[in-house]
Structure formats: structure tokens, C-alpha cells
């Protein structure tokens, strides 16, 4: 009897590591992805999508595509390359490249020239890193994956990079628009406007709350303008 | 005593003029149901309908009442009606209202008018910019799609063509990417909470 159960439960564990093995992208695939771009420095992209994996919401399937994307593009491999770097460097930084890979697809499919994408991306980039950095310097924090917040101000990643994503994206957005920097109002209610549409839906209202407590228009301003120079 | 003699002739002589006339006026009410029904013009049903709702000094609330009543019986069996074809016929695709499903996503019916176009489709971050066909199966120059999407926001545009169109009527809003319109969806507003 003790026997079968023994058995019973090797099979379930056998059942969930296959699962598990099946569900994560394997790393030789990106490797394979990457030859057909070529780039040169491809252990450093491997580390840092490898890095990724470690990340909540981490969008590999859409990277993998991307780069096969990239790949079939017909452009110097220099620059496709450089495109792709912007990505793996967020990647490195811990940040949210959600946004960023949808922006590259965007890109891609609009025919936009390698440089101008490389730009838009890097745009977008420096507005995940320096959003990030204001939350922080506000007390808002983000807690471990998986963590239960124990404070108000303690956000779980996955919520705490919805903000960072959500905020760079509207002022991106803005700036894209030909929105000036300096216009700290209308840059504002841009971010207000984003905000207050997804609170409930995928934001937490309480988070969103937080934010448009801690958070004013003239320090959206120099966010923009650091985005910007 | 002249009086009651007069009086007592003149009864006697209406009760001999009655009982004479008495076998024409049996019938009388009958004949002249019949005599006016015979010379009123026959009404065809647009000329009695036109006549019901001519104002007139009488009741014209009455009237009313009468044409209210009679479009509620329409109302009630055309809805009766109506609500068994749908039942049989029912279809995502005809409503733009998004149906959810259990898990949250729901499926946005997308809709563009172009009357010369053989070939329409969209492409967002639902698909990664990739093209979702639109179909036009009655030839009316309506295209249609519905995509199932989970709560959220999307940027899309149109391909007509091969020509992109960002600016959907349907569009919650725009905004600019690389210099060139997008349109936006919010799903799930008003939703459950996170």
C-alpha cells in the first residue's frame, strides 16, 4: 500500500516538473534567435534574458518573437542589434519591458527606421528608470515577488510595475503627441487620465491613490525633461 | 262631465290609432339599424385609421388611448418576437456591447466602414502588432472582427489595404506613436475590482 502511494506521488512530481520545463521558454531557443540577427555580444544578451526569467510577468514568449522579428527585417544587423540592447539593458535593470517590446512591435510593423525605433525605445527607457526612481524617492516601494505587503506604501511588484509601466507610458505618449515638458499641468492630467481609467480594472485604486498623493506636476516635468535631453 | 267624455273619446281613439300602426312599428328599430348602416361609406383600413386620428371637439385623449394601447400589442409581440431570434441567432459579433466571460476577457467587436476596400484588418498590442483579418461577408463595406481581450488598455489601428488608419470612431481615445495616430480601447472599465 505504502508502495503505490511512493509511486502515486514520484508520478505527480514527474507530471508537474514536466509542466513546469514545458511552460519556461528554453534559453537555447533565444540563443538560436539571436544568430539570426547575428548580434556580436550574445552572452551578454543571453545573461540578461536569463535574468529576466527571475522577474514577475516577464514577457519571454513576446521577447523570443521579437527577436525573431527583428530578424527577418532587412537592416544592418549593427542596428537591430542596438535596438535590442536598449531591451536587455531595462531587462538588467530589473524594470518592466512590457511596454518596451510592444513599442519595438509597434515599431517593426509601422516600418519605422532602425534609428528612430533604437531612439523611441531609449525614450521610453529612461522613463521606466526615472518613474522608478520617483516612487522611490517618494516612499513608495515595491516588495519582493510573491511578498504580501505588510505596508501601504510596500507594493507587490507585479502592482508596483503596473504604476512604473502606466505612468512612462503616458508621459511617452504625451511627448510623442509633441506635449511640452514644461507644461506640468497637461503633462499631469495626461498621467491622471491614464491612471484613474485602469484604477480597478488592472490598477489598484488604493495604488493609484497613493501615487496622486506623493506625486505632483513639476516632478512629471523633470521626468519629461530627463527623458527628453 | 264634458271633460271626461272628451277625455275617455281620445284615449279610445289613440289606442285604435296604435293598435292599427302597431305592425309597422314592431320592426322600426331594426329597419333603421339597417337603413344607416346601409348608406355609410365603407371605410378601407387606411381611411378609418386616417379618420381615427383626426382631431376632433370629442375626445381626443379617448383616441389616444385607444392608439397607445394598440402600439403596446405591437410592442409586446414584435419584443416576443424578436427576443426568440436572438435567442437562436445569437452572435458576439452583432453587438458592440463586449460580452465577458468568466475569466475577465471579453470579446470587443472591432468596426470599420470602407465601402472600396478588399482587404481590412487590425493590428495592436492584443496581437503584437501583428494583422488580424477583418471580414465583410454580406459585401455591405462593413468589415468586422471580434477579438476576445482581457481587461486592460490597447493601441491599435487599421489596415486598409495596406494603408494604415489610426483614428477608429469607436476609439476611447488617440494618441501619437512614431509620429503617426493610434487609436485606444480601455476594457473592463467599471469591472471588477483588482
Do not use: C
Not at chain 2, 416576443?80 to 452583432?94: D, K, Q, V
Request: hydrophobic content about 45%; aromatic content about 8%.
Amino acid at each position: 500500500m505504502i508502495r503505490h502511494r511512493q509511486l502515486l506521488v514520484g508520478f505527480a512530481l514527474v507530471l508537474l516538473l514536466g509542466l513546469a520545463v514545458t511552460a519556461e521558454i528554453p534559453l537555447h531557443e533565444f540563443e538560436q534567435a539571436l544568430h539570426g540577427i547575428p548580434v556580436n555580444d550574445i552572452d551578454a544578451m543571453l545573461g540578461a534574458i536569463e535574468l529576466g526569467f527571475g522577474q514577475p510577468d516577464f514577457p519571454a514568449e513576446q521577447l523570443l518573437r521579437l527577436i525573431d522579428r527583428l530578424a527577418g527585417r532587412p537592416a544592418p544587423a549593427i542596428e537591430k542589434e542596438a535596438v535590442l540592447r536598449v531591451i536587455t539593458h531595462a531587462i538588467e535593470e530589473g524594470l518592466p519591458i512590457e511596454g518596451m517590446v510592444d513599442k519595438a512591435f509597434e515599431g517593426l510593423a509601422r516600418s519605422v527606421p532602425m534609428a528612430q525605433l533604437e531612439n523611441g525605445l531609449q525614450q521610453l527607457h529612461i522613463l521606466l528608470a526615472e518613474i522608478r526612481d520617483l516612487l522611490y524617492s517618494r516612499g513608495i516601494f515595491s516588495a519582493g515577488p510573491g511578498a504580501q505587503s505588510t505596508a501601504i506604501n510596500a507594493l507587490p511588484i507585479e502592482r508596483f510595475n503596473l504604476l512604473v509601466l502606466h505612468i512612462s507610458e503616458a508621459i511617452d505618449s504625451y511627448l510623442s503627441g509633441g506635449g511640452s515638458p514644461f507644461e506640468s499641468q497637461l503633462l499631469f492630467e495626461e498621467v491622471h487620465e491614464r491612471l484613474t481609467q485602469l484604477q480597478g480594472v488592472i490598477l489598484d485604486p488604493m495604488d493609484v491613490e497613493l501615487v496622486f498623493e506623493r506625486i505632483n506636476p513639476s516632478d512629471l516635468t523633470q521626468v519629461a525633461l530627463t527623458a527628453v535631453s | 262631465m264634458t271633460t271626461d267624455r272628451f277625455e275617455d273619446l281620445l284615449r279610445s281613439t289613440l289606442k285604435a290609432e296604435t293598435e292599427a300602426a302597431a305592425d309597422r312599428i314592431a320592426d322600426l328599430e331594426d329597419r333603421v339599424i339597417l337603413e344607416i348602416e346601409e348608406r355609410s361609406p365603407k371605410l378601407l383600413w387606411h381611411e378609418w385609421l386616417r379618420q381615427l386620428l383626426a382631431p376632433t371637439t370629442g375626445s381626443r385623449i379617448g383616441q389616444l388611448l385607444v392608439v397607445g394601447a394598440t402600439a403596446a400589442v405591437f410592442l409586446f409581440v414584435g419584443m416576443g418576437i424578436s427576443s426568440n431570434l436572438l435567442r437562436n441567432n445569437a452572435s458576439p459579433r452583432l453587438s458592440l456591447q463586449p460580452v465577458r466571460a468568466a475569466d475577465g476577457t471579453q470579446e470587443v467587436l472591432f468596426v470599420l466602414p470602407a465601402m472600396d476596400a478588399e482587404n481590412v484588418a487590425v493590428v495592436g498590442s492584443f496581437n503584437s502588432w501583428e494583422e488580424t483579418q477583418l471580414s465583410d461577408q454580406d459585401g455591405d463595406g462593413i468589415w468586422t472582427a471580434s477579438i476576445p481581450l482581457s481587461p486592460g488598455r490597447y493601441e491599435y489601428a487599421f489596415l486598409i489595404d495596406g494603408r494604415w488608419w489610426g483614428q477608429d470612431p469607436l476609439a476611447d481615445e488617440y494618441v501619437q506613436s512614431f509620429g503617426e495616430f493610434s487609436s485606444v480601447r480601455y476594457i473592463g472599465r467599471g469591472g471588477d475590482e483588482v
